[in-house]
């Protein structure tokens, strides 16, 4: 029974931080119906960029950059990154067949992964110890702190980007996009540059991720395939759907867990892996918009 109810613990926590990249997904399809599937590629370059403005500043700089004005710094690269990608690859799609915009962010995962190799190399190195390691002891359980603090910054962003969306005036324009870009232009509102506030959010909250997942741990290209990982999440939450993505995390982390612990035994370790995208797939088969997502899906 401790093992089932440790397993629920660590399903919750991983599940929710998966969430938080999930909505890095959602802040971009919401605004402009792009599922990025280079978002796990964006993620690498924001997690790319902290340990260049913190371990690689001696290096590179020649002195130590104090840590608040390294997030800083790796905070306007982000804006930055996102900026371009949306101004160079995407903004020229808008209109474009679906077709055009899936082999775009496929040509994007590719070619992130390519900058990444050419100007830091493909060595793994350690990535700053940002957030607090170790455990927290309840009783019999433990709880993850770097983890229970990316899930509470979840729940927190998560909320946050809610009242946001539902009740500024900016969130506003950027939902009546969501709706429909030619509703929103017909209101007034500028399409372009939502769409590239909604970039530059979804690149920031992936960074976010990065942080929580890797403080302390060790830093490689593979750490790009969270994205995959996150995106049955996003998928089953609802694309349009920010406080879905939470929800959606724990179910889907939970599951993993669980698998991990009893069918990961007997299946080699593949069921964890495989728990994901089976989820991925049944609900396109079943329930495309998700479980809070809206029932009309444009286009991927």
Same mark, same amino acid.
């Given at each position: 029974?401790?093992?089932?109810? +440790?397993?629920?613990?660590?399903?919750?926590?991983?599940?929710?931080?998966?969430?938080?990249?999930?909505?890095?997904?959602?802040?971009?399809?919401?605004?402009?119906?792009?599922?990025?599937?280079?978002?796990?590629?964006?993620?690498?370059?924001?997690?790319? #960029?902290?340990?260049?403005?913190?371990?690689?500043?001696?290096?590179? #700089?020649?002195?130590?950059?104090?840590?608040?004005?390294?997030?800083?710094?790796?905070?306007?690269a982000c804006v930055a990154l996102g900026l371009l990608l949306e101004r160079l690859v995407? @903004?020229?799609?808008?209109?474009?067949?679906?077709?055009?915009?899936?082999?775009?962010?496929?040509?994007?995962?590719?070619? =992130?992964?390519?900058?990444? +190799?050419?100007?830091?190399?493909?060595?793994?190195?350690?990535?700053?110890?940002?957030?607090?390691?170790?455990?927290?002891?309840?009783?019999?359980?433990?709880?993850?702190?770097?983890?229970?603090?990316?899930?509470? =910054?979840?729940?927190? *962003?998560? *909320?946050?980007?809610?009242?946001?969306?539902?009740?500024?005036? +900016?969130?506003? @324009?950027?939902?009546?996009?969501?709706?429909?870009?030619?509703?929103? =232009?017909?209101?007034?509102?500028?399409?372009?540059?939502?769409?590239?506030?909604?970039?530059?959010?979804?690149?920031?909250?992936?960074?976010l991720g990065a942080i929580v997942l890797l403080s302390g741990r060790i830093l490689s290209?593979?750490?790009?395939?969270?994205?995959?990982?996150?995106?049955?999440?996003?998928?089953?939450g609802g694309l349009e759907s920010v406080r879905g993505a939470p929800l959606a995390g724990?179910?889907?982390?939970?599951?993993?867990?669980?698998?991990?612990?009893?069918?990961?035994?007997?299946?080699?370790?593949?069921?964890?892996?495989?728990?994901?995208?089976?989820?991925?797939?049944?609900?396109?088969?079943?329930?495309? +918009?998700?479980?809070?997502?809206?029932?009309?899906?444009? @286009?991927?």
């Amino acid at each position: 029974m401790i093992r089932f109810a +440790q397993a629920l613990i660590d399903g919750t926590l991983v599940g929710l931080v998966y969430g938080l990249i999930a909505i890095s997904f959602v802040v971009i399809y919401r605004a402009s119906q792009i599922v990025n599937l280079a978002q796990g590629e964006v993620l690498l370059m924001g997690a790319l #960029f902290v340990w260049t403005f913190t371990l690689g500043a001696p290096t590179l #700089f020649g002195f130590k950059i104090p840590l608040v004005v390294s997030l800083l710094l790796t905070g306007a690269a982000c804006v930055a990154l996102g900026l371009l990608l949306e101004r160079l690859v995407f @903004r020229p799609l808008i209109g474009q067949h679906a077709f055009a915009i899936f082999m775009a962010s496929i040509a994007l995962l590719v070619m =992130l992964r390519g900058v990444a +190799q050419m100007i830091w190399s493909a060595e793994t190195r350690p990535f700053p110890a940002i957030l607090p390691s170790g455990a927290i002891s309840l009783g019999p359980f433990l709880l993850n702190k770097r983890l229970l603090i990316g899930a509470i =910054l979840t729940i927190i *962003l998560a *909320l946050a980007l809610h009242l946001f969306l539902t009740r500024t005036r +900016q969130g506003l @324009r950027l939902a009546a996009v969501a709706e429909s870009h030619n509703t929103a =232009l017909s209101l007034g509102v500028s399409v372009r540059s939502a769409i590239a506030i909604a970039w530059v959010l979804g690149t920031v909250v992936a960074t976010l991720g990065a942080i929580v997942l890797l403080s302390g741990r060790i830093l490689s290209l593979d750490v790009a395939e969270i994205g995959f990982k996150a995106l049955p999440v996003a998928l089953l939450g609802g694309l349009e759907s920010v406080r879905g993505a939470p929800l959606a995390g724990l179910l889907i982390g939970i599951g993993e867990r669980l698998a991990m612990s009893y069918l990961d035994p007997v299946t080699n370790g593949v069921a964890s892996n495989v728990l994901p995208f089976g989820v991925m797939i049944a609900v396109l088969l079943i329930r495309p +918009q998700g479980l809070f997502g809206w029932k009309k899906i444009e @286009r991927l």
